[in-house]
C-alpha cells in the first residue's frame, strides 16, 4: 500500500557536503535547518545505528559522534545563514559538552536529533564572520539529550594563508606528513589498530599522539594540521588507557580549549593525569589532559568517562 501521508522532508535527504566540509557523502549527519529567532537556529540531524568509527558502546550511540555532528554545525550555520563565502577556514577555540546517557541507546531505527543553536558574541569583518560562540541543546524526540558549548574562529583565505606561513601549502604539508608511530591496545574499548590515536612510552600516564593521514574518516580530505576530532579522540583514548577498569565506558563530558595548531612535522606528547576514580556512589571517571609539542602547550582538556 502506497502512503498518502505527507512525508517528513527533514530526513529525506543530507545538505550538501560541502556546508559542513567533507568529502564523503556518508559522513554528513546533518539534514536540515531553520531560523527560529535572531541567531537562532534548529539544525536537524540523523545518526546511522552503527559506524565505522564513532562506534556503538555497549548499545549506545558514541558521544564523539554527537561532537562531529556539532562540528558539521559550525560551516552549515556560517555558510547558510551567515554567507560567509566558501573557501574560508574554521579554527576551534574551545570546547565542551556533557550528555544524558539514558538518551544515546541504539534504537531500531536510526536516531533522530535536533540541535537547538543560539549563537552569540559574534565578531564580524568586512560584513562576514571572524569568530562566534555557540550554545547547543539537543534533543531526541522531545528528550534532553546532551548540553554543549563551543566558540570558533573565521578566517578568509588572505587571512589563513598569513596565519599559517609556512604551512599554507595544504598540499605539500599533508603529503609530507610522516608515517604515524606504532599503535598500542586501548583497554575496554575493542578498536582497529588504525583507528587508535596514541602511541606509548616509557612514562606512566604519557603517551605520543598517532596521526594516521590515510584514516578515511578522521581524514576525510587534506588539511595542513591535526583535525580538532583527532584531539577529541585523543583525550578520551587517554582516559581508557589510565583508568583501571576494562568494562565499556563512554566520555559522558569533555572540556577542551585549543590553545594552538598542532602540526604534522613534529611529536606531540599527550600526558594524562586521574582526578578521580569511579565507585558505586559515583560511577565516572574524571582525568586531565595536557598536550605539548615543541614544548609548547598544544591543547588542554578535562573528561569523564561513564561506566556502563
Not at 531505527?109 to 564580524?124: F, G, K, N, Q, T
Amino acid at each position: 500500500m502506497l502512503a498518502t501521508g505527507r512525508p517528513d522532508l527533514r530526513f529525506t535527504t543530507t545538505v550538501a557536503r560541502e556546508y559542513v566540509h567533507r568529502v564523503a557523502l556518508s559522513e554528513v549527519f546533518l539534514t536540515g535547518w531553520s531560523r527560529t529567532g535572531v541567531d537562532k537556529f534548529t539544525v536537524q540531524t540523523q545518526w546511522p545505528r552503527s559506524h565505522s568509527f564513532y562506534a556503538p558502546i555497549n548499545g549506545m550511540h558514541d558521544p564523539l559522534l554527537l561532537c562531529e555532528t556539532i562540528r558539521q554545525t559550525f560551516p552549515l550555520l556560517c555558510h547558510a545563514a551567515y554567507e560567509m563565502p566558501f573557501g574560508h577556514q574554521l579554527s576551534w577555540s574551545a570546547f565542551r559538552y556533557t550528555i544524558n546517557p539514558q538518551a544515546m541507546r541504539i534504537e531500531r531505527a536510526p536516531a533522530e536529533v535536533d540541535l537547538h543553536v543560539s549563537c552569540s558574541d559574534i565578531r564580524y569583518q568586512r560584513g562576514t564572520p571572524s569568530s562566534m560562540s555557540m550554545h547547543i541543546e539537543a534533543t531526541r524526540d522531545g528528550t534532553w539529550l546532551a548540553v554543549a558549548n563551543t566558540r570558533f574562529e573565521c578566517m578568509s583565505p588572505k587571512v589563513y594563508q598569513r596565519l599559517r606561513s609556512p604551512y599554507s601549502d595544504t598540499a605539500r604539508v599533508f603529503a609530507a606528513a610522516p608515517t604515524p608511530v606504532p599503535s598500542l591496545a586501548l583497554p575496554g574499548r575493542p578498536r582497529n589498530r588504525d583507528d587508535v590515536v596514541l602511541s606509548p612510552t616509557q612514562d606512566e600516564g604519557r603517551f605520543q599522539l598517532r596521526v594516521d593521514t590515510s584514516h578515511p574518516v578522521l581524514f576525510d580530505h587534506a588539511v595542513d594540521h591535526v583535525p580538532g576530532m583527532l584531539l577529541l579522540e585523543a583525550v578520551r583514548q587517554a582516559g581508557h588507557l589510565i583508568t583501571p577498569d576494562d568494562s565499556a565506558m563512554m566520555p559522558s563530558t569533555m572540556d577542551v580549549t585549543f590553545h594552538r595548531y598542532v602540526e604534522f612535522d613534529a611529536p606531540t606528547w599527550v600526558t594524562a593525569t586521574p582526578l578521580s576514580v569511579a565507585t558505586l556512589q559515583h560511577d565516572t571517571h574524571s582525568y586531565a589532559v595536557k598536550a605539548h609539542q615543541n614544548n609548547a602547550l598544544a591543547f588542554t582538556a578535562t573528561a569523564g568517562l561513564l561506566s556502563l
